[in-house]
């Protein structure tokens, strides 16, 4: 079956700081990411996504890398602020599929 | 446009029993999908629904099915609780395709239902 984890399950950041958020995933046939945030209460929201054509997506204050050759994604938050303070998820689905696969979770604590 | 809704919000039931959640999606999604999270699987894929008809199913065993309404409302019931089943169950409806970045499903969560048995 597919298989998307997260490196680090906890990730603390002074407020101010960017944030780096990792997950690895192991299909190669992976066509699309994307990155989700859960605060406490709360189910996922969208935060930006990415297909596998592309290296690099940004948003605002935030960027995704997806690196195809180590099947490695990344979610970078600039300037990080209290408000982000939640559980990150990535989540993939292989061309042509219609199943997301969803990580364990990176659980990010900003500190004022 | 209201989001997508899930009720009861709160659910405490005893092993053995039975569980009904209900979904209703954003208006005009016609798509929902399930999902159970809990702290060591993290989101793992129930089912989807689409039309009425179930399109895809996860790897969980038969006590957990499904169903969905014309009116694209979801419901999603659990038989003979055990004490593994307490979870978040997240249920999640689609737009339709080909907008966005590609011509997969975005997928909008409700706020889950917590789910304890005892």
């Known amino acids: 079956g597919e298989s998307v984890g997260l490196h680090l399950p906890t990730l603390s950041v002074q407020e101010g700081d960017n944030s780096i958020i990792n997950c690895a995933y192991s299909?190669?046939?992976?066509?699309?990411f994307i990155w989700y945030k859960q605060e406490s209460g709360k189910g996922p929201q969208f935060i930006i996504d990415i297909r596998s054509n592309m290296d690099k997506r940004q948003g605002q204050r935030v960027t995704v890398l997806l690196n195809k050759t180590v099947k490695h994604l990344s979610l970078q938050i600039a300037a990080t602020q209290p408000g982000d303070s939640a559980v990150y998820f990535c989540?993939?689905?292989?061309?042509?599929?219609?199943?997301?696969?969803f990580g364990t979770g990176t659980s990010l604590t900003v500190i004022p | 446009k209201a989001g997508v809704t899930q009720t009861p919000r709160y659910l405490i039931k005893t092993r053995g029993q039975q569980v009904t959640l209900s979904c209703s999606p954003i208006?005009?999604?016609?798509?929902v999908s399930w999902y159970q999270q809990t702290p060591g699987q993290g989101l793992q894929f129930l089912f989807e629904y689409f039309s009425e008809t179930q399109r895809n199913k996860g790897n969980f065993p038969g006590r957990f099915s499904g169903r969905q309404f014309s009116n694209s409302r979801s419901e999603m019931n659990v038989s003979t609780l055990e004490l593994g089943d307490s979870a978040l169950y997240l249920c999640?409806?689609?737009?339709?395709?080909?907008?966005?970045?590609?011509?997969?499903?975005?997928?909008?969560f409700g706020p889950g239902t917590r789910l304890t048995v005892l």
């Open positions: 208006s005009g999604h016609r798509s």
């Open positions: 299909n190669s046939a992976s066509d699309y």
């Open positions: 999640a409806s689609s737009s339709p395709p080909g907008r966005g970045l590609n011509s997969y499903n975005e997928q909008f």
């Open positions: 989540a993939e689905i292989p061309f042509g599929g219609n199943q997301f696969y």
